[in-house]
């Protein structure tokens, strides 16, 4: 079955320690994203890409990292520079970035990241 | 400024009635998308039902529809017949055709969803 796979689901990070998180899919889509999400809250955007090789900050980009250096893999990394990375976290990805606005993301089941 | 809101932080729902989930959204684009998404406990975000700007007809799935007003900027989710696994958040979302080649949505707060038997 074809679908977006997140890894580890839950995830424990020490101060100063930087963590990846993995998210892979296997839809065949150009586009991929990372939200954030804090408890009793929407989902804001860190950091989308439309193409391997390309991708643009988000809304909240301060403390995180990404690289796309293949089209099935968008890993993040949260850096020391993020001080409050405790949140869940949510991978997401789309046919293509831009064209038609019908298009769907779909998600993964999500990272769970803590501070220890 | 907030460009989703959703303004029922929770609801209520007896089994088998219908309820309705609010959302209004703020955009001086002309062509945009509406999507409603379903997060159970798990985490997961399931997409439900999708509204296009230009759409005469309101979207229909299964127990899903939409009502679309778009003089009055709202994207209501009613969801019929409700079942104990409905109980969920639930979160609109809007994405602008205007500049967003990334394909960028907006999520709202969410509203979350109970289900009674």
Aim: hydrophobic fraction near 30%.
């Amino acid at each position: 079955d074809g679908g977006i796979t997140q890894s580890p689901k839950y995830l424990f990070r020490k101060e100063g320690q930087n963590v990846t998180l993995s998210c892979e899919q296997n839809l065949n889509h150009d586009a991929m994203y990372w939200y954030r999400q804090d408890p009793g809250q929407g989902l804001r955007l860190i950091y989308y890409s439309q193409i391997v090789n390309d991708f643009q900050k988000g809304d909240i980009a301060e403390g995180y990292s990404v690289s796309r250096e293949k089209k099935e893999s968008f890993p993040l990394t949260v850096t020391s520079a993020q001080k409050n990375p405790t949140a869940f976290y949510l991978c997401a990805s789309s046919i293509r970035g831009g064209g038609r606005l019908n298009q769907p993301q779909h998600f993964g089941d999500g990272t769970r990241l803590s501070i220890l | 400024a907030q460009k989703i809101t959703q303004t029922q932080p929770g609801m209520f729902v007896q089994e088998k009635e219908a309820v309705t989930l609010d959302c209004t959204y703020d955009t001086s684009d002309q062509s945009y998308g509406l999507f409603w998404y379903k997060q159970p406990s798990s985490g997961e975000m399931i997409f439900l039902i999708y509204q296009g700007s230009y759409d005469e007809q309101n979207a229909t799935e299964g127990r899903y529809s939409l009502n679309f007003q778009k003089a009055r900027k709202s994207a209501n989710l009613v969801i019929s017949a409700s079942q104990l696994g409905d109980s969920a958040m639930y979160f609109c979302a809007m994405r602008e055709g205007r500049g967003n080649q990334g394909g960028k949505l907006i999520f709202g707060q969410g509203t979350e969803l109970s289900v009674k038997p």
